[in-house]
């Protein structure tokens, strides 16, 4: 139930033709608060609810409890979330190791691309490719969450 | 996943003898917005994350959706929430073909006492028991999500 993630830009397209999955998503936020934000999520096919924490003074780490819903309830749940729902595509890509999640926003956040590589420890090392750029872990408007309500488009 | 349901304030502790079942009930909000309010419950032995919509223009009938979770998980999640964690203890009484669900508060919110009754339908008659008072049915200030924020000691 904790996460330990990194995040960075992404710097240009090459990661498109190394991904082995590609999955749209689409997410609403029931809240926002950066200490308890509280997601609906439909991934593929299939609904996810998730609730994140704070994360710790370096944003690797935060508590994270996700369960698995129905589509139609998901679905149901999106219509009560705040304004301001975000679609993007996830690509799944394999470097040495370990498995980069790239997120392709649309919408209102169009532009923007976040690669995140789940870590098991916080000091572990993992490869970098050529593609990720800036590190922006715990860098609060790159949440999810804060994208829904002041896009990447407004700043 | 609609829920139709009337709520009274009660006058005395008759419905105290009456009740065939009392379980303490623990309760915080990740979210206490009327529109969108998000539980985390521990009810007895057992965890419940439930969701609200916003209420139809009579408060009778409210989106809600809830989904039993572990024990550990509610617990947790429950540290998460917004100040002001609910303590109350349910008292389940049947009265000829309905059950109202009795709560008699504790701590800031000592000396309230709310009966509720689910219908199947807005307009379903019910038997009224004499030890319920005045109906407080859609009256927000009642809503438990702002009982944990504005307590009845403070009324």
Chains 1, 2 share one sequence.
Not at 42 to 63: A, D, P, V
Request: charged residues 35%; aromatic residues 10%.
């Amino acid at each position: 139930m904790i996460e330990i993630e990194r995040k960075f830009l992404v710097k240009n397209d090459s990661y498109k033709e190394l991904a082995f999955s590609e999955k749209r998503i689409v997410q609403g936020f029931l809240n926002t608060h950066p200490e308890r934000t509280v997601r609906v999520r439909i991934k593929g096919e299939k609904g996810f609810l998730t609730i994140k924490g704070k994360g710790n003074s370096t944003g690797t780490t935060r508590f994270e409890w996700e369960k698995e819903i129905a589509l139609p309830e998901a679905e149901a749940l999106l219509k009560l979330c705040e304004e301001g729902v975000i679609a993007k595509k996830r690509y799944e890509v394999k470097v040495a190791d370990h498995i980069f999640e790239v997120d392709e926003f649309y919408d209102n956040n169009k532009g923007l691309t976040i690669a995140e590589v789940e870590l098991t420890d916080e000091q572990e090392n993992f490869l970098k490719p050529d593609w990720v750029g800036v590190e922006v872990t715990g860098e609060i408007k790159y949440y999810n969450s804060q994208l829904s309500r002041n896009p990447y488009k407004d700043w």
